[in-house]
């Protein structure tokens, strides 16, 4: 009975002390999220990737520091010293950090804007465009596109 309680308490221990770590390395791993975020949009934004993808990719590229927080947590807590364990801890962590790397991802999406020039071959035989003559203009923005031609025709 004594023995069941002390597991009991351990597992405990080692749940908080989870938690704990999961909100520390969170919190270092934080300011990096939107660098890293910046640099996967404007690489992938413009090929037409999507938010989920570009989540992904940011998640990627974070591995490496999460995992050096691990492996410099688990020099004070044993019970990380498995893969298992560290990789368990890792899952935590990354789910932890997604909410704010797709809120940074969708921020960065949302102020991104790309500019397409749409190069026409110059036809004589147009005489006006939407049934009126002289100086038109077409814009299109929306959060994904942002274009916009001018004719005098």
Known sequence: MIL????VLRTEVIQDSRSALVQSISARISPTVRAIANTVVSSS???GATVEVMVQEVI?????????????AASSHSWLSSQAAQDELYALVVAQLRTLVESE???????YTTTTTVVTEN???????FGVGGVNS?????PEYNYAYMTDK
């Open 123 to 129: 036809n004589a035989n147009i005489k006006s465009i």
């Open 4 to 7: 069941n309680h002390v597991r």
């Open 60 to 72: 990627a590229l974070l591995r490496p520091a999460v995992y050096a927080q691990i492996e410099a």
């Open 138 to 142: 077409v814009k299109v923005h929306t």
């Open 45 to 47: 934004y413009p090929s």
């Open 105 to 111: 991802v969708r921020i960065l999406v949302s102020s």
